[in-house]
């Protein structure tokens, strides 16, 4: 009787790992498709030696991904009120990454390798390219058949969100406070338009001053690149003096005051990740980076597995910009 018990229960678990929610592996497609890692790799590569700010193009992208629709490659989508056309996508960079790397995949193994696979990668080769700690990505998703720009803004945080928002909006992909406060470590690379933070540089507190939780030198430095009535986009660095490595420097950036959106420095005035970003900023001697590096990966390991589409879902696209259809 209890042996019979027993089968049964293997039995529904087993109908329920391989009918239930679909899952990545490392090495998907060792078999399939070989080379499809090595040659995303070398893609990212040349791109990024011609223009290093590719990387933290790439990394944003997939990021960007994943919280619309989940991580599908519906951010590639280019057309009429796609998510590539909403506001928060309007200067994303690194799309020509995929397309290259895509078509160079297709003509080795058509219609094996997803976009969105290739996007989770290049994030990856971004982060090891600018320095960081590699990891492996579990590949196997599939692309989603839905790209629309009016869930854009509800699903991404906005640099002016509290660390509540910020961590409520993470919550509802099923990630915590510390994968929050590590994720957004990802600014460690990367850059910003002045029109994203300008508004904590003049009457931030509408008695004329600027924002008091930015570092007093660091206001002086940001006014003058971002002067009130100035060019909007012109960028400035999220992670001050070292925008190009991927390392621990963020945190310590912010610690110091020298956070430049509103949304980064507010996670070490509140508690709840202030003991987050110190655990990153410590500088134990030898680890510095060491903690954040490892567990940068691990957090972008769960990041890839929002809302993913494997099996028979969706489908694998011939181009990453548009719909096989
Ligand atoms: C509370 C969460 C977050 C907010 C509010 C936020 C906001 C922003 C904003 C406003 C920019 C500047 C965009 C521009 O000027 O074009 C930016 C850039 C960037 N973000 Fe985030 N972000 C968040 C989380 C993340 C996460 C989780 C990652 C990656 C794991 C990430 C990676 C990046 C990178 C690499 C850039 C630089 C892009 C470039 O230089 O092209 N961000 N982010
Ligand atoms: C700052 O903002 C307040 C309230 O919005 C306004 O009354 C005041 O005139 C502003 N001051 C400056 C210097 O712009
Ligand atoms: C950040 O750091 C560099 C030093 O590398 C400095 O020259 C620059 O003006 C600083 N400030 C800002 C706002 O980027």
New binding site residues.
Partial sequence: MAQGLRIIILFVYFLFSVKGEGSTRVGFYSKTCPTAEKIVRSTVESHVNANV?I???L??L??HDCFVQGCDGSVLISGHLSERTAI?N?????FEVIEDAKAKIEAKCPGVVSCADILAIA?RDSVVLTKGMSWSVPTGRRDGLISSASEVLTN????A?SVSV?KD??AAKGLTTED?VT?????T?????C???RYRLYNFTSTGNADPSINMAFVSELQSLCPAGGDATK?VA?DNGSQNNFDASFFKNIRDGKGV?E??QRLWSDPSTNIFVQKYAGSIRGFIGFRFGSA?GK??VK?GNIGIKTGTDGEIRKVCSRFNA
């Fill in positions: 700010g990387a933290a193009g990394l944003r997939h990021f928060p309007l200067g994303a960079r690194g994030a991404l945080p906005s640099p969100d910020q909006k993470f929050l994720l957004v470590g990802g600014h690379i990367g850059q910003t338009d029109q994203f933070f960028r999220l959106l949304s980064d940068f957090a972008m990041m």
